[in-house]
């Protein structure tokens, strides 16, 4: 049951239209949690008991883990009377990372048999497999008891979860709950995910079984995870207002398990990258459709930004004492004793980043943003003259924003090498959003190549510029930190000093290159 982890490509069925539309939370749960979970009182509401029943399930993929890398699972699940056989898919769903695409048919065989999906969904996993046999990866043996949770407005599902994944001779513990929407309004999924994480110690999860079961088949852990594009060129302003939003969330929440799982440092620095993100399309959705959850959204994701800048300070400000004076002057006793002072700061930001992921105010955010999203939020602030310019092309409007946004740097840079600290900030932070907002609408406009390369230059000029902000940033830790170290601080400071004022040839070329590239959305 060994098995790669391979990079994700476009899911192979991203166009299929599925039978099902599933739509689920997982919240992981300690034992004395889970069992006081199961007498909370929403569960009573229909006055039904909940059924019960042991779900032994088998997941297929090829020995190179083709379907895992298109994003896709194929499972067989053993049922009193025979068999279902389950393909699923994640990957430009509208409802972002808790939203998959699904297809499943009885059977009385226990492995699995594609054609009986159909010719069509046949031909999409022949082609992610490359005609590889299909083989058992991992398996799961899952204890569930089931409540259905129905309303005037809404149909959900909650299971409890026990059990194990095995994968080979290891085998992983399983212990959470689950809400499926089934039917009516799927804001109401999020909002009960809200309250069940303000009732009890249950933490969102972001991985299925399934990605903890290919995880254990390949004795790998989470890595950090870059940036979910969910956009295409066919898709209303309405409908990229939600897509992009939750595209900032899926990459803000994917990264927990990685960040949980020792690759902090990189988790971190996407975690804040996807607020960024967020932020910056926030307001770009604000200015144009004023809503008041845009603003309230914006401040949280800013808030939260703020708490994982000190531990990302700390890490960028000891990288750089490690790489650059340290390594310079090797013989420098001050600096080691600099950098312990530095690492008990940082496990105390890692602290509360660990803290701040386990909160209910979190998941509180990340879930009341999706509800939004599910309810398009937005139109309900809009003058009903207004509605009708949510209908008109998302690309319309794209091109709009970013011809305005790249207008306003090139006046703002206009002679880049004179700018104080300050208004090289300030350009930063205005490269940065450009970058966001073209990474993100990049996808409406079909001309990958072009996106790529104007991403590229705008992001040379940024991280140029981002290397002159962290040396300033480095400067103000060495006054806070600096302690009785004052000839390794002043070497610290004499070498950022210098690295604030260097290479204004390399600035000079990279803000040429970045007025003159071709602006993708003309």
């Keep these: 049951m060994s ?51 042991r779900l032994h399930t088998v997941y297929y993929d090829t020995a190179q883990g083709d ?32 939203e998959r695409g699904e297809i499943e048919v009885t059977t009385a065989h226990e492995v699995p048999d594609p054609s009986l999906f159909g010719a069509e969904v046949a031909g999409m996993i022949e082609a992610a497999t490359e005609g590889r046999a299909l083989a058992a990866i991992y398996a799961t043996d899952i204890r569930r008891a089931t409540h259905q949770i129905r309303s005037e407005t809404s149909t959900i599902e909650i299971a409890f979860d026990a059990g194990v994944i095995v994968a080979g001779e290891i085998t992983m513990p399983v212990r959470e709950i689950e809400l499926e929407w089934k039917a009516g309004d799927v804001a109401d999924l999020y909002r009960l995910g809200v309250a069940l994480a303000e009732a009890f110690p249950v933490r969102l999860g972001m991985l299925a079984k399934s990605d903890r079961g290919v995880l254990l088949a390949a004795g790998a852990s989470p890595k950090a995870v870059r940036s979910y594009a969910m ?57 144009a459709f004023p809503c008041p959850e845009f603003v309230s959204l914006r401040e949280e994701a800013r808030d939260i930004a703020t708490l994982l800048g000190e531990a990302r300070n700390l890490d960028v400000f000891m990288r750089l004492v490690r790489e650059g004076p340290h390594a310079a002057f090797p013989d420098e006793a001050g600096f080691e004793d600099i950098l312990q002072d530095c690492e008990a700061r940082r496990e105390a930001a890692y602290g509360s980043v660990r803290d701040l992921l386990a909160a209910p105010a979190t998941t509180r955010f990340v879930l009341s943003a999706q509800a939004f999203v599910a309810r398009c939020g937005w139109r309900n602030s809009l003058p009903a003259d207004a509605l009708p310019r949510l209908t008109a092309p998302a690309q319309e409007f794209a091109a709009q924003n970013l011809s305005r946004l790249h207008d306003k740097l090139l006046k703002r840079g206009k002679h880049v090498t004179a700018l104080s600290p300050h208004q ?53 830790m060495v006054n806070q930190i600096a302690g009785a170290h004052l000839r390794a601080a002043g070497i610290i400071l004499g070498w950022c000093g210098r690295g604030t004022g260097t290479d204004q040839d390399t600035l000079k070329e990279n803000w040429r290159d970045f007025r003159k590239s071709r602006r993708f959305w003309d």
């Design 3 to 53: 098995q790669a982890i391979l990079p994700a490509v476009r899911p192979a069925v991203a166009q299929i239209k599925p039978v099902n539309r599933e739509v689920e939370l997982k919240f992981l749960v300690a034992e004395v949690g889970f069992k006081a979970a199961q007498q909370w009182p929403v569960l009573g509401l229909n006055g039904r008991r909940p059924s019960s029943r």
């Design 231 to 287: 956009l295409s060129s066919d898709l209303t302003v309405d409908e990229a207002i939600g897509r992009a939003i939750n595209s900032c969330l899926a990459q803000f929440a994917a990264n927990w398990p990685a960040f949980e799982a020792g690759d902090a440092v990189a988790a971190v620095h996407q975690m804040r990258v996807a607020l960024r993100r967020l932020r910056a399309m926030l307001g770009l959705f604000q200015r």
């Design 67 to 98: 379907l895992q890398r298109h994003k896709m699972l194929l499972r067989m699940r053993t049922l009193p009377r025979g068999h279902v056989m389950t393909l699923k898919w994640s990957g430009g769903f509208p409802g972002g990372l808790f």
């Design 424 to 476: 090289r900030h300030e350009l930063r932070i205005g490269l940065k959003k450009l970058r966001y907002v073209a990474e993100l609408f990049g996808p409406l406009f079909d001309n990958p190549a072009q996106v790529k390369s104007y991403t590229k230059t705008t992001a040379r000029l940024q991280d140029q510029l981002g290397t002159f902000n962290d040396m300033n940033v480095a400067i103000g």
